[in-house]
């Protein structure tokens, strides 16, 4: 069993920061790979970013590439998405989701997912 909580967000105004973190319960956090994933107001969840489980493989969805960055620190049970030059359309809940399976994080929403936080709201206001 993994047990996720995020943490981070908050309102912040066009072109600032934010970083997100997800804390990762029980002992085998190190074998997941984690993601990242948003849900905007009436529009479906969504992916954003992607890490393997050592931290060595990274994916983002294109609208997020070059902004956002993920990280993980396996030591601390931490996965963090520092968001930059955030804009309107990036508000929405942000999730966290581990799962066994690298590849399975990147394809969504086209498989289930073995667990996920209960969400973080970020408001980027203009």
């Known amino acids: 069993q993994v047990q996720l909580v995020e943490s981070g967000g908050g309102l912040v105004q066009a072109g600032g920061s934010l970083r997100l973190s997800c804390a990762a319960s029980?002992?085998?956090?190190?074998?997941?790979?984690m993601g990242w994933f948003r849900q905007a107001p009436g529009k479906e969840r969504e992916f954003v970013a992607a890490i393997n489980w050592s931290g060595g493989v990274t994916d983002y969805t294109d609208s997020v590439k070059g902004r956002f960055t993920i990280s993980r620190d396996n030591a601390k049970n931490l996965v963090y998405l520092q968001m930059n030059s955030l804009k309107p359309e990036d508000t929405a809940i942000y999730y966290c989701?581990?799962?066994?399976?690298?590849?399975?994080?990147?394809?969504?929403?086209?498989?289930?997912?073995?667990?996920w936080g209960k969400g973080t709201l970020v408001t980027v206001s203009s």
């Open positions: 029980g002992r085998t956090f190190s074998s997941y790979a």
């Open positions: 989701a581990a799962h066994s399976f690298y590849n399975a994080l990147v394809a969504y929403p086209r498989n289930g997912l073995d667990y």
